[in-house]
């Protein structure tokens, strides 16, 4: 295998990037692929696994491999930390105006190659491309973001309350840090966690999703050409995650990890950081509620609700999970629902007008499918949907169910699927109750015209965000993440770059003073 950056056809623009022919058809899917990088990135160069293997990455949407990549070793994962740890000091002692024009940079190329970026997740995801524009201007958002936070970490210098010294707080990079990535959002959750972890100094070994690692690829290049130096970003895609990660995390250079995925798998990595006293980032699962009040402005609550349940074809940790509707107007937030649902156009992503697209995989659509039949046996009513899509690719029917009963299995786990499962409730005691009836909380989502109402939400729902009359939270500037089982730390806002930061408090004598050698305070104090 050449893991060299592949050679295209496709004309070149001005700049050097090749040109898209067209914006969808076989030429332009082609193109794109051309684009990706299928080896590793390690020390900023591509280069083949150390055994030569690779695997395939498949288009959900019919079945067709798309591209053969490198697929890395635990040996590879450890040289990739070689190179991310041979880089640090230099990336750490940048100046953060660098820092933050590289970042800048890699926005701006992202801009610029926005469709090409677009493609390539639809095909490799299988989300809508109208979907996945929207993925591009929100992980770019990351880039942009935190180019503009690079220059503003700052510290604190004080007198310290006795007057006896000054106290000087300041923040520096942790170091070197490993980088876990799903396969629902290739790009945004990509630049999520690079972004703040070259912003704040630190160099990263990235570790994507086997089932959507070329996004990443392409990404990783693109940070190439924005100016990242060598060794600053590593890429090792595997299909063989726990070797590759083990090796990584056990080791004692290796001083930052930040995962976004299961509960399950990110309690095992916890443990395994445990070892090295590792600074952790968890972003895992959700089964958010979706609250729905009698005097809830409804032609909102359904617009809120469809984009809550379906963006990504259901297939994100912040997707509703349980619709919790007051019995007075569950009835008609029913029929509204049903009636936008049983409309959605169901296909490939690249098909114009496509809302649901597939899911990623068999398993998955059995999963969603199992939940399904479990609430149907159980006293659930099937309006619309309910049903796996016959024909290639791995689609499932948009549903929505009602009537779904206590004890109902998708009232407990994470469906990431395309089903809206109504239950009813009575007051706001039992709303709220049932709201934090999960081991998770990572967000809620609830709509009301009573201010008062929206307020006590705020103070009672165990979560880490609220969709307060709002179907979509995620934002570049605020802070991502859940509390309970769905994870430790933030991503976003000023609080995602603190994660990837060091503080050091210094205490110096008090500078008018005596000298310290010949202060008898101070000799008494030691």
Known sequence: MTATHPATSATHTATGWPSVPDATGPAA?????????????????????????????????????????????????????????AAAKGWAATPPRQRAEVLRRAFDLLQDRREEFALLMTLEMGKPLAEARGEVTYGGEFLRWFSEEAVRIGGSYGTNPEGTGRAIVTH???????LITP??????????????????????????????????LLFADLLLEAGVPAGVVNVVPTTRAA?????????????KLSFTGSTPVGRTLLRQAADTVL????????????????????????????????????QACTAANRFLVHEDVAEEFARRVTERVAAMPVGRGTEDGV????LIDARAVDKVHRLVADAVERGAVVRTGGHPVEG?????????????????????????????????????????????????????????????????LIERLETGMLGLNAGVVSNASAPFGGVKQSGLGREGGGEGIAEYLETMYTLTPDPFGPPASTSTGQRAAR
């Open 29 to 85: 899917e082609q193109a794109v692929l051309d684009r990706v990088p299928t080896g590793l990135l390690v020390g900023g160069a591509w280069r083949p696994a150390a055994d030569g293997g690779t695997f395939p990455v498949v288009d959900p949407a019919t079945g067709a491999t798309l591209l053969r990549i490198a697929d890395a070793t635990p040996e590879d994962g450890v040289k990739a930390l070689d190179a991310a740890e």
């Open 172 to 178: 520096k990079p942790v170091g070197p840090a490993f």
């Open 183 to 216: 396969w629902n959002f290739p790009l945004a959750m990509a630049t999520r966690k690079v972004a703040p972890a070259l912003a704040a100094g630190c160099t990263v070994v990235v570790k994507p999703a086997e089932l959507t690692p070329l996004t990443t």
């Open 243 to 255: 070797d590759v990660s083990g090796p990584v995390i056990a080791d004692p250079r290796l001083r």
């Open 279 to 314: 600074r952790t980032s968890m972003e895992l699962g959700g089964n958010a509620p979706f609250l729905v009040f009698a005097d809830a402005d409804l032609d909102a609550a359904v617009d809120g609700a469809l984009l809550a349940k379906f963006r990504n074809t259901g």
């Open 355 to 358: 809302a649901i697209g597939p």
């Open 392 to 456: 290639p690719g791995t689609f499932y029917a948009p549903t929505v169910l009602t009537d779904v009963q206590p004890g109902s299995a998708l009232l407990r786990d994470e469906l990431f699927g395309p089903v809206l499962a109504i239950s009813t409730f009575r007051t706001e005691d039992d709303a709220v109750t049932a709201a934090n009836d999960t081991e998770y909380g990572l967000v809620d989502y609830a709509y009301t015209s009573d201010p008062a109402r929206g307020q006590r």
